[in-house]
């Protein structure tokens, strides 16, 4: 609620991370656009356009009288959304590193240092 991000922007980004990331698979029935509207405390037409965002960026399915459900969204979408949200996340370590006045030896010495705790605790 906090976000600036418009609801059914947040809601859209939440189900295709799931979705994405396997959480949701292909074929999972979804709530109906009411239930979720009323989980969420926002209104129907918040949760009416998100999923008809997903529906028409293919990841999801729906069809009048039925609950809409996972579509199957192919393993190089999924790779994709993975690398991305990695790359988010380094990207924004990265800045908040800059912003601290870090050069770029001393956050790649971190990372590695980072990655190597890691790998020990593995």
Same mark, same amino acid.
């Given at each position: ?15 295709? #991370?799931?979705?994405?990331?396997? /959480?949701? &698979?292909?074929?999972?029935? =979804?709530?109906?656009? *009411? %239930? ?37 969204? #192919?393993?190089?979408?999924?790779? /994709?959304? &993975?690398?991305?949200?990695? =790359?988010?996340?380094? *990207? %924004? ?30």
């Amino acid at each position: 609620m906090d976000d600036e991000e418009p609801m059914y922007r947040q809601i859209e980004e939440q189900l295709k #991370g799931l979705i994405l990331s396997g /959480r949701l &698979r292909p074929g999972t029935p =979804l709530p109906s656009i *009411r %239930a979720l509207a009323r989980e969420l405390s926002c209104s129907v037409i918040t949760t009416r356009r998100a999923y008809q965002d997903l529906e028409s960026a293919g990841f999801i399915r729906t069809r009048q009288g039925m609950r809409a459900t996972v579509a199957d969204v #192919g393993e190089e979408e999924r790779e /994709r959304y &993975r690398r991305e949200a990695v =790359l988010e996340a380094l *990207r %924004a370590a990265v800045e908040a590193g800059r912003q601290r006045g870090l050069s770029a030896e001393e956050l790649r010495r971190m990372f590695e240092e980072t990655l190597s705790e890691l790998e020990r605790k593995e």
